[in-house]
């Protein structure tokens, strides 16, 4: 039985289009059955020791995450790194209660076998399930938050994760300047100028 349902309002702040609703006392079962039957695109469920979030992002939410996977890509073609990509396939882990679908998400130097190496998430709104508690469940490597125009990486240290100011799994990937390209307006020119700073880069 759901014990509760938080349903706030959008503030006005909000990225347009963009909605959040929190449950509490959700069976894991419940979880994985509404998961499957709403396996929808632009609906995203996180799932955390019976606190279930569902939230449906906003244009811009979606933007800037496709442009930072682009982005990411391009990096990896450009610098030879074998990058696999995984998009916001659903990760749960029931031993630990832990569910959820990242915004974009990678292994790097080997395919995915259960769990990504890498996860980004778009973090336009503030509220919801702390993050870095599903994905330490999961033991997802790095996590990183592209939040108030940078980027904020954590690494996996035991069962909790550390702040840490570059990528240890792509360690050339120069994080000040991709965030100057996803400041862009334009995605279409920000890939093509960065392909461009890439190459003059070496």
């Known amino acids: 039985m759901v014990a509760a349902v938080h349903m706030p309002l959008p503030s006005p702040t909000a990225p347009a289009g963009e909605q ?8 894991w079962q419940t979880y994985v059955r509404l998961r499957d039957e709403l396996d929808r695109p632009g609906l995203r469920m996180t799932f955390c020791e019976g606190t279930l979030e569902l939230m449906s992002p906003s244009i811009d939410h979606e933007v800037a995450k496709t ?10 073609l450009e610098r030879d790194v074998p990058l696999y990509g995984y998009g916001s396939t ?5 031993a630990k ?16 076998k259960e769990f990504p190496h890498i996860a980004i998430e778009v973090v ?24 108030n125009d940078a980027f904020h990486l954590h690494a996996l240290r035991g069962e909790a994760y550390e702040a840490i100011a570059a990528s240890e799994l792509l360690p050339d990937l120069d994080l000040l300047a991709l965030a100057r390209f996803v400041r862009w307006p ?12 890439l190459r003059n880069a070496g």
Do not use: M, N
């Open 20 to 27: 959040r609703f929190v449950l509490h006392g959700v069976p």
């Open 90 to 94: 659903t990760f749960r882990r029931e």
């Open 67 to 76: 442009l930072i996977g682009r982005l990411i890509e391009l990096f990896a």
């Open 97 to 112: 209660a832990r569910g959820l679908e990242p915004d974009e998400c990678y292994c790097v130097g080997e395919e995915l």
């Open 186 to 197: 334009d995605q279409h020119a920000a890939v093509k100028a960065f392909r461009g700073w």
């Open 124 to 147: 336009l709104t503030s509220g919801g399930i702390d993050k870095l508690s599903v994905y330490s469940g999961l033991g997802v490597r790095e996590v990183w938050f592209w939040e």
